[in-house]
């Protein structure tokens, strides 16, 4: 990635060519790895911190049970983000996709995401399906960008601060 400094001289530059100077940016490498009930401390200190209505540690550990693809994003030791993903037949239904708040804006969602379909792929599935809330603008950005579309609403699906909020039921082929 670069960003472009403008030209040096007597401050006109009409004339001179603008010169690209690279900047350092840290971009994580995550590696992606089987949750296991030692991951659920971390991942339910973010869970806290991301969600105002958050899955419970019995949400998680449920999940782990029924051996559900639960799976965490990792650079080194540092938790990036998290998901689970139910198989049913043909069909993946992402039910959590999280990334950490100081995270979020740099390309992990996707990264998350795009995991998410291979390991669906690599069990056969034909389609992924997921709700999302109306107000959670960046998860329909991401979904809309990777061809998600919207197949119906389950009312009262979440719980709201004044009482519940209907789901948007989204689906994308896979």
Known sequence: MCAYGSPRGGGRGEGRPVSA?????????????????ADLDAVMEAENRIYEFPWSRGNFSDSLDSGYRSWVMRDGDELLGYGVVMMVLDEAHLLNISVLPERQGRGLGSRLLEFFFADARARRAVRMLLEVRPGNASGLRLYGRYGFAEIGRRRDYYPARNGREDAIVMERML
């Open 21 to 37: 100077v690279p900047i350092s940016i840290s971009v994580p490498h995550p590696s992606f790895h089987a949750m296991t009930p």
